[in-house]
Protein backbone atom coordinates (compact mmCIF):
# COMPACT_ATOMS: atom_id res chain seq x y z
CA UNK A 1 0.00 0.00 0.00
CA UNK A 2 1.65 3.54 -0.86
CA UNK A 3 3.23 5.36 2.23
CA UNK A 4 0.59 8.17 1.94
CA UNK A 5 -2.47 5.94 2.56
CA UNK A 6 -0.04 5.02 5.76
CA UNK A 7 0.64 8.31 7.16
CA UNK A 8 -2.65 7.77 9.70
CA UNK A 9 -1.15 4.54 10.91
CA UNK A 10 2.20 5.54 11.75
CA UNK A 11 0.45 8.50 13.64
CA UNK A 12 -1.51 5.86 15.88
CA UNK A 13 1.84 4.04 16.27
CA UNK A 14 3.67 7.04 17.57
CA UNK A 15 0.80 8.19 19.44
CA UNK A 16 0.79 4.74 21.60
CA UNK A 17 4.62 4.76 21.71
CA UNK A 18 5.10 8.30 22.58
CA UNK A 19 2.05 9.14 24.65
CA UNK A 20 3.79 9.00 27.81
CA UNK A 21 6.01 11.93 27.03
CA UNK A 22 3.35 14.07 26.56
CA UNK A 23 2.51 14.20 30.82
CA UNK A 24 4.09 17.54 30.85
CA UNK A 25 2.97 20.30 33.77
CA UNK A 26 -0.02 22.53 32.55
CA UNK A 27 0.86 26.52 31.51
CA UNK A 28 -0.17 29.35 33.40
CA UNK A 29 -3.75 30.38 32.75
CA UNK A 30 -3.58 32.91 30.46
CA UNK A 31 -6.97 35.65 31.40
CA UNK A 32 -9.46 35.78 28.39
CA UNK A 33 -8.83 39.35 27.60
CA UNK A 34 -5.04 38.88 27.19
CA UNK A 35 -5.00 35.96 24.95
CA UNK A 36 -4.48 36.13 21.31
CA UNK A 37 -5.49 32.91 18.71
CA UNK A 38 -4.17 32.51 15.55
CA UNK A 39 -5.16 30.37 12.50
CA UNK A 40 -4.20 29.63 9.07
CA UNK A 41 -6.84 28.36 6.53
CA UNK A 42 -6.07 26.51 3.05
CA UNK A 43 -9.18 28.86 1.69
CA UNK A 44 -11.69 31.26 2.85
CA UNK A 45 -15.13 31.33 2.98
CA UNK A 46 -15.78 30.68 -0.15
CA UNK A 47 -14.95 26.75 0.29
CA UNK A 48 -16.83 25.02 2.38
CA UNK A 49 -13.91 23.37 4.29
CA UNK A 50 -12.22 26.09 5.65
CA UNK A 51 -16.37 27.95 6.03
CA UNK A 52 -16.54 25.22 8.58
CA UNK A 53 -13.82 26.02 10.56
CA UNK A 54 -14.96 29.69 10.19
CA UNK A 55 -17.76 29.00 12.18
CA UNK A 56 -15.91 26.86 14.44
CA UNK A 57 -13.77 29.70 15.84
CA UNK A 58 -16.88 31.93 15.85
CA UNK A 59 -18.11 29.39 18.31
CA UNK A 60 -15.00 29.62 20.15
CA UNK A 61 -15.29 33.28 20.21
CA UNK A 62 -18.89 33.23 21.38
CA UNK A 63 -18.11 30.31 24.19
CA UNK A 64 -14.99 31.53 25.34
CA UNK A 65 -15.67 35.60 25.11
CA UNK A 66 -13.22 36.75 22.92
CA UNK A 67 -13.63 39.78 21.11
CA UNK A 68 -13.00 39.68 17.22
CA UNK A 69 -9.76 41.58 17.65
CA UNK A 70 -8.42 38.69 19.50
CA UNK A 71 -8.28 36.63 16.33
CA UNK A 72 -5.90 36.85 13.55
CA UNK A 73 -6.41 35.04 10.02
CA UNK A 74 -4.51 33.92 7.55
CA UNK A 75 -6.30 32.90 4.60
CA UNK A 76 -5.71 31.16 1.41
CA UNK A 77 -2.55 29.79 2.45
CA UNK A 78 -1.30 27.13 0.14
CA UNK A 79 0.60 23.93 1.15
CA UNK A 80 4.07 25.08 1.16
CA UNK A 81 6.52 27.00 3.25
CA UNK A 82 4.11 29.91 3.21
CA UNK A 83 2.73 28.01 5.95
CA UNK A 84 5.52 28.35 7.67
CA UNK A 85 5.62 32.24 7.17
CA UNK A 86 2.02 32.60 8.47
CA UNK A 87 2.95 30.96 11.55
CA UNK A 88 5.99 33.02 12.20
CA UNK A 89 3.73 36.16 11.59
CA UNK A 90 0.95 35.04 13.79
CA UNK A 91 3.47 33.97 16.52
CA UNK A 92 5.33 37.35 16.46
CA UNK A 93 2.07 39.53 16.73
CA UNK A 94 2.02 37.74 19.72
CA UNK A 95 -0.60 34.58 19.55
CA UNK A 96 -0.01 32.16 22.11
CA UNK A 97 -2.05 29.21 20.07
CA UNK A 98 -2.04 29.13 16.63
CA UNK A 99 -4.33 26.65 14.22
CA UNK A 100 -3.61 24.98 11.09
CA UNK A 101 -6.69 23.52 8.83
CA UNK A 102 -4.38 21.50 6.00
CA UNK A 103 -3.16 18.36 6.38
CA UNK A 104 -0.47 19.61 4.25
CA UNK A 105 0.81 22.22 6.99
CA UNK A 106 2.20 19.67 9.33
CA UNK A 107 5.54 20.08 8.49
CA UNK A 108 5.66 23.81 8.60
CA UNK A 109 4.16 23.99 11.76
CA UNK A 110 6.11 21.54 13.66
CA UNK A 111 9.26 23.44 11.96
CA UNK A 112 6.93 26.78 13.86
CA UNK A 113 6.43 24.95 17.03
CA UNK A 114 9.90 23.77 17.41
CA UNK A 115 11.22 27.58 16.99
CA UNK A 116 8.07 28.65 19.33
CA UNK A 117 8.18 26.41 22.23
CA UNK A 118 5.81 29.09 24.50
CA UNK A 119 3.14 28.73 21.52
CA UNK A 120 0.58 25.97 21.07
CA UNK A 121 0.14 24.61 17.72
CA UNK A 122 -2.44 22.84 16.52
CA UNK A 123 -2.86 20.97 13.63
CA UNK A 124 -6.09 19.80 11.81
CA UNK A 125 -6.03 16.13 10.22
CA UNK A 126 -2.56 15.51 10.45
CA UNK A 127 -0.79 12.58 12.13
CA UNK A 128 2.97 13.69 14.11
CA UNK A 129 2.23 15.58 16.68
CA UNK A 130 3.24 12.87 18.92
CA UNK A 131 5.99 11.37 17.29
CA UNK A 132 7.30 15.12 17.21
CA UNK A 133 7.53 15.04 20.46
CA UNK A 134 6.92 18.59 21.20
CA UNK A 135 4.85 19.38 24.06
CA UNK A 136 3.26 22.41 22.07
CA UNK A 137 2.08 20.09 19.25
CA UNK A 138 -1.21 18.73 18.89
CA UNK A 139 -3.24 16.76 16.37
CA UNK A 140 -6.93 17.21 15.89
CA UNK A 141 -9.89 15.74 13.57
CA UNK A 142 -13.32 14.45 14.32
CA UNK A 143 -14.85 11.19 13.47
CA UNK A 144 -16.71 12.24 10.60
CA UNK A 145 -17.01 8.58 9.44
CA UNK A 146 -20.08 8.53 11.30
CA UNK A 147 -21.65 11.57 9.69
CA UNK A 148 -20.39 9.94 6.60
CA UNK A 149 -21.89 6.49 7.34
CA UNK A 150 -25.33 7.98 8.00
CA UNK A 151 -25.28 10.51 4.89
CA UNK A 152 -24.95 6.84 3.19
CA UNK A 153 -27.93 5.67 4.68
CA UNK A 154 -29.45 8.54 2.86
CA UNK A 155 -28.42 7.80 -0.17
CA UNK A 156 -28.94 4.09 0.11
CA UNK A 157 -32.94 5.23 1.10
CA UNK A 158 -32.65 7.12 -2.17
CA UNK A 159 -31.88 4.48 -4.55
CA UNK A 160 -33.85 1.95 -2.98
CA UNK A 161 -37.02 4.38 -3.47
CA UNK A 162 -35.58 4.98 -7.45
CA UNK A 163 -34.65 1.34 -8.44
CA UNK A 164 -35.28 -1.08 -5.16
CA UNK A 165 -33.31 -2.01 -1.97
CA UNK A 166 -31.95 -5.37 -4.69
CA UNK A 167 -30.15 -2.89 -6.98
CA UNK A 168 -27.18 -3.17 -8.71
CA UNK A 169 -26.80 0.15 -9.35
CA UNK A 170 -23.26 2.25 -9.12
CA UNK A 171 -22.59 5.25 -7.38
CA UNK A 172 -19.83 7.32 -7.75
CA UNK A 173 -17.61 9.26 -5.12
CA UNK A 174 -15.02 12.48 -6.35
CA UNK A 175 -12.38 12.49 -3.82
CA UNK A 176 -9.04 14.76 -3.22
CA UNK A 177 -6.73 12.44 -2.65
CA UNK A 178 -5.63 8.78 -1.86
CA UNK A 179 -5.40 9.43 1.68
CA UNK A 180 -6.33 7.11 4.27
CA UNK A 181 -8.57 10.25 5.54
CA UNK A 182 -10.15 9.99 2.36
CA UNK A 183 -10.46 6.39 1.62
CA UNK A 184 -12.26 6.01 6.00
CA UNK A 185 -14.55 9.11 4.39
CA UNK A 186 -15.63 7.43 1.32
CA UNK A 187 -15.98 3.63 2.55
CA UNK A 188 -18.14 4.89 5.45
CA UNK A 189 -20.31 6.21 3.30
CA UNK A 190 -20.33 3.16 0.88
CA UNK A 191 -21.14 0.94 4.01
CA UNK A 192 -24.28 3.40 4.88
CA UNK A 193 -25.80 2.60 1.16
CA UNK A 194 -24.96 -1.15 1.77
CA UNK A 195 -27.15 -0.97 4.96
CA UNK A 196 -30.17 0.09 2.78
CA UNK A 197 -28.93 -1.13 -0.65
CA UNK A 198 -26.24 -4.23 0.22
CA UNK A 199 -25.77 -5.06 -3.91
CA UNK A 200 -24.53 -1.29 -4.71
CA UNK A 201 -21.14 -0.61 -6.35
CA UNK A 202 -18.69 2.26 -6.18
CA UNK A 203 -16.42 3.86 -8.29
CA UNK A 204 -13.57 6.29 -6.63
CA UNK A 205 -12.23 9.39 -8.76
CA UNK A 206 -9.76 11.64 -7.25
CA UNK A 207 -8.79 15.24 -8.37
CA UNK A 208 -5.68 15.58 -6.50
CA UNK A 209 -6.49 18.83 -5.29
CA UNK A 210 -8.98 19.97 -1.88
CA UNK A 211 -10.64 22.46 -3.60
CA UNK A 212 -11.33 22.86 -7.40
CA UNK A 213 -14.80 23.79 -8.82
CA UNK A 214 -14.31 22.98 -12.06
CA UNK A 215 -12.48 19.94 -11.41
CA UNK A 216 -14.70 18.77 -9.03
CA UNK A 217 -17.63 19.41 -11.49
CA UNK A 218 -15.74 17.74 -14.26
CA UNK A 219 -15.21 14.70 -12.00
CA UNK A 220 -18.68 13.78 -11.11
CA UNK A 221 -19.53 14.16 -14.54
CA UNK A 222 -17.15 11.80 -15.70
CA UNK A 223 -18.65 9.44 -12.94
CA UNK A 224 -22.28 10.16 -14.54
CA UNK A 225 -20.82 9.30 -17.76
CA UNK A 226 -19.74 6.20 -16.17
CA UNK A 227 -22.96 5.20 -15.52
CA UNK A 228 -23.11 6.26 -11.34
CA UNK A 229 -26.33 7.02 -10.79
CA UNK A 230 -25.73 9.00 -7.05
CA UNK A 231 -22.38 11.10 -6.61
CA UNK A 232 -20.82 12.03 -2.91
CA UNK A 233 -17.74 13.56 -2.03
CA UNK A 234 -13.92 14.51 -0.36
CA UNK A 235 -13.59 17.80 -2.09
CA UNK A 236 -14.22 21.33 -0.67
CA UNK A 237 -16.47 22.96 -3.41
CA UNK A 238 -19.90 22.76 -4.72
CA UNK A 239 -18.40 21.47 -8.34
CA UNK A 240 -19.71 17.91 -7.67
CA UNK A 241 -23.14 19.17 -6.65
CA UNK A 242 -23.71 21.51 -9.36
CA UNK A 243 -22.50 18.47 -11.83
CA UNK A 244 -25.05 16.66 -10.46
CA UNK A 245 -27.79 19.51 -10.46
CA UNK A 246 -26.95 19.63 -14.91
CA UNK A 247 -27.35 15.95 -15.28
CA UNK A 248 -30.59 14.90 -13.24
CA UNK A 249 -28.32 12.92 -10.41
CA UNK A 250 -28.49 12.90 -6.87
CA UNK A 251 -26.17 14.15 -4.59
CA UNK A 252 -24.61 13.82 -1.17
CA UNK A 253 -22.22 16.69 -0.49
CA UNK A 254 -19.57 17.62 2.12
CA UNK A 255 -18.75 20.34 4.91
CA UNK A 256 -21.99 22.63 4.01
CA UNK A 257 -25.22 21.72 2.53
CA UNK A 258 -25.67 21.60 -1.25
CA UNK A 259 -28.77 22.85 -1.77
CA UNK A 260 -28.21 26.15 -3.30
CA UNK A 261 -25.91 24.61 -5.81
CA UNK A 262 -28.50 21.58 -6.60
CA UNK A 263 -31.80 22.31 -4.97
CA UNK A 264 -33.41 19.51 -6.63
CA UNK A 265 -31.16 17.04 -6.11
CA UNK A 266 -28.80 18.00 -3.24
CA UNK A 267 -30.33 15.19 0.07
CA UNK A 268 -27.88 15.78 2.68
CA UNK A 269 -24.43 16.54 3.47
CA UNK A 270 -21.85 14.68 5.87
CA UNK A 271 -20.50 17.99 8.28
CA UNK A 272 -18.12 18.74 10.99
CA UNK A 273 -18.74 20.92 13.68
CA UNK A 274 -15.56 22.02 14.63
CA UNK A 275 -16.43 24.83 17.46
CA UNK A 276 -16.13 21.63 20.62
CA UNK A 277 -12.45 21.74 19.34
CA UNK A 278 -12.22 25.29 19.03
CA UNK A 279 -13.68 25.92 22.71
CA UNK A 280 -12.03 23.34 24.31
CA UNK A 281 -8.12 24.28 22.93
CA UNK A 282 -8.85 27.78 23.63
CA UNK A 283 -10.68 27.40 27.61
CA UNK A 284 -7.31 24.99 27.90
CA UNK A 285 -5.55 28.31 27.50
CA UNK A 286 -7.34 30.26 29.82
CA UNK A 287 -7.42 27.72 32.47
CA UNK A 288 -3.92 26.96 32.18
CA UNK A 289 -4.31 23.03 31.14
CA UNK A 290 -2.46 20.64 28.98
CA UNK A 291 -4.17 20.36 25.13
CA UNK A 292 -4.47 16.60 24.44
CA UNK A 293 -1.73 15.70 21.46
CA UNK A 294 -4.62 13.88 19.85
CA UNK A 295 -8.46 14.71 19.65
CA UNK A 296 -11.17 13.51 18.33
CA UNK A 297 -14.91 13.53 19.29
CA UNK A 298 -18.10 12.63 17.39
CA UNK A 299 -21.81 12.48 16.94
CA UNK A 300 -22.04 12.37 21.12
CA UNK A 301 -19.78 15.12 21.70
CA UNK A 302 -21.71 17.52 18.49
CA UNK A 303 -18.90 17.23 16.27
CA UNK A 304 -20.22 16.17 13.35
CA UNK A 305 -23.69 16.02 11.91
CA UNK A 306 -26.19 16.19 8.88
CA UNK A 307 -27.09 19.62 6.88
CA UNK A 308 -30.81 19.71 6.37
CA UNK A 309 -32.38 17.29 4.38
CA UNK A 310 -33.39 18.08 0.84
CA UNK A 311 -36.95 17.65 -0.28
CA UNK A 312 -35.68 14.83 -2.77
CA UNK A 313 -35.15 12.64 0.33
CA UNK A 314 -37.14 9.42 -0.06
CA UNK A 315 -39.99 8.67 3.12
CA UNK A 316 -38.71 6.78 5.70
CA UNK A 317 -35.41 9.26 5.79
CA UNK A 318 -35.21 10.87 8.10
CA UNK A 319 -36.65 7.95 10.78
CA UNK A 320 -33.76 6.04 9.48
CA UNK A 321 -31.05 8.70 10.31
CA UNK A 322 -32.49 9.15 13.96
CA UNK A 323 -32.09 5.07 14.39
CA UNK A 324 -28.59 5.18 13.11
CA UNK A 325 -27.41 8.23 15.12
CA UNK A 326 -29.00 6.85 18.36
CA UNK A 327 -27.26 3.14 17.25
CA UNK A 328 -24.37 4.99 17.02
CA UNK A 329 -24.67 7.15 20.42
CA UNK A 330 -25.44 3.55 22.39
CA UNK A 331 -22.81 1.72 20.72
CA UNK A 332 -24.91 -1.16 19.32
CA UNK A 333 -23.96 0.57 15.80
CA UNK A 334 -19.99 0.13 14.43
CA UNK A 335 -19.56 2.16 11.23
CA UNK A 336 -16.81 -0.14 10.34
CA UNK A 337 -17.73 -3.30 11.79
CA UNK A 338 -16.30 -6.17 10.10
CA UNK A 339 -19.11 -8.60 9.51
CA UNK A 340 -20.40 -6.05 6.87
CA UNK A 341 -17.32 -5.85 5.08
CA UNK A 342 -14.36 -8.05 2.77
CA UNK A 343 -11.35 -7.98 1.09
CA UNK A 344 -10.37 -10.44 -1.77
CA UNK A 345 -13.54 -12.07 -0.23
CA UNK A 346 -11.85 -12.48 2.61
CA UNK A 347 -13.22 -11.16 6.69
CA UNK A 348 -10.67 -9.05 7.92
CA UNK A 349 -9.94 -10.35 11.77
CA UNK A 350 -6.50 -8.75 12.60
CA UNK A 351 -4.64 -5.69 10.99
CA UNK A 352 -1.44 -7.17 13.34
CA UNK A 353 -0.04 -9.62 11.07
CA UNK A 354 2.63 -10.61 8.92
CA UNK A 355 0.67 -9.57 5.50
CA UNK A 356 -0.49 -5.95 6.93
CA UNK A 357 2.99 -5.61 8.46
CA UNK A 358 3.73 -2.81 5.78
CA UNK A 359 1.00 -1.02 6.72
CA UNK A 360 -0.64 -1.38 9.74
CA UNK A 361 3.06 -1.96 11.49
CA UNK A 362 1.91 -4.63 13.44
CA UNK A 363 -0.72 -2.16 15.69
CA UNK A 364 -3.78 -4.24 15.92
CA UNK A 365 -7.40 -1.68 14.61
CA UNK A 366 -9.66 -4.91 15.38
CA UNK A 367 -11.47 -4.67 18.65
CA UNK A 368 -12.44 -7.17 20.55
CA UNK A 369 -16.23 -7.10 19.39
CA UNK A 370 -14.96 -7.18 15.85
CA UNK A 371 -15.21 -3.83 14.26
CA UNK A 372 -11.89 -1.33 13.18
CA UNK A 373 -11.28 0.94 16.03
CA UNK A 374 -11.37 4.28 13.36
CA UNK A 375 -9.84 7.17 15.34
CA UNK A 376 -9.50 5.90 18.19
CA UNK A 377 -6.23 5.28 19.06
CA UNK A 378 -5.12 8.14 17.51
CA UNK A 379 -7.15 11.41 16.34
CA UNK A 380 -5.97 10.82 12.31
CA UNK A 381 -8.21 7.87 10.33
CA UNK A 382 -6.45 4.98 9.57
CA UNK A 383 -9.03 2.63 7.66
CA UNK A 384 -7.05 2.22 4.46
CA UNK A 385 -8.40 -0.79 3.32
CA UNK A 386 -10.23 -0.69 -0.17
CA UNK A 387 -13.05 -3.08 0.29
CA UNK A 388 -15.25 -5.37 -1.74
CA UNK A 389 -17.34 -3.00 -4.27
CA UNK A 390 -15.21 -0.36 -4.44
CA UNK A 391 -12.86 0.95 -7.61
CA UNK A 392 -10.30 3.22 -7.30
CA UNK A 393 -10.30 4.54 -10.99
CA UNK A 394 -6.80 6.76 -10.30
CA UNK A 395 -4.55 7.69 -7.07
CA UNK A 396 -3.80 11.07 -6.84
CA UNK A 397 -1.16 11.62 -3.84
Known amino acids: MNLFKKFAVLATTAAMACGAAFAADAAEPIAKEDLKVGIIYIGDEQEGYTYAHMLGIDAMKEACGLSDDQVIAKYNIPEDES ?14 I ?25 HATGYQAASSELENMHNYFTSVYESRYVSGIVAGMKLAELYGEDTDSKIGYVGA ?33 WADQALEKETAEALIADGCVLISQHADTTGAAAGCEA ?13 DAAP ?20 CMINGETIDTDWCQGYSEGAVALTELGTACAEGTQ ?11 DGSLHVFDTSTWTVNGETVT ?39 GITELNQVY
Not at 201 to 208: I, L, Q, S
Not at 247 to 259: A, F, I
Open 83 to 96: VYDAAVDLAEQGCQ
Open 98 to 122: IFGNSFGFEDYMIQAATEYPDVQFC
Open 177 to 209: YSYAEVISGYTAFYLGVKSICPNVTMEVKYTGS
Open 247 to 259: NGVYDVGYNVSML
Open 264 to 283: NHALTSASINWGPYYTYAVN
Open 319 to 329: EAVDAAWAAIA
Open 350 to 388: STATDDLAETYYGTEYISPDGYFMESELASAPSFAFIID
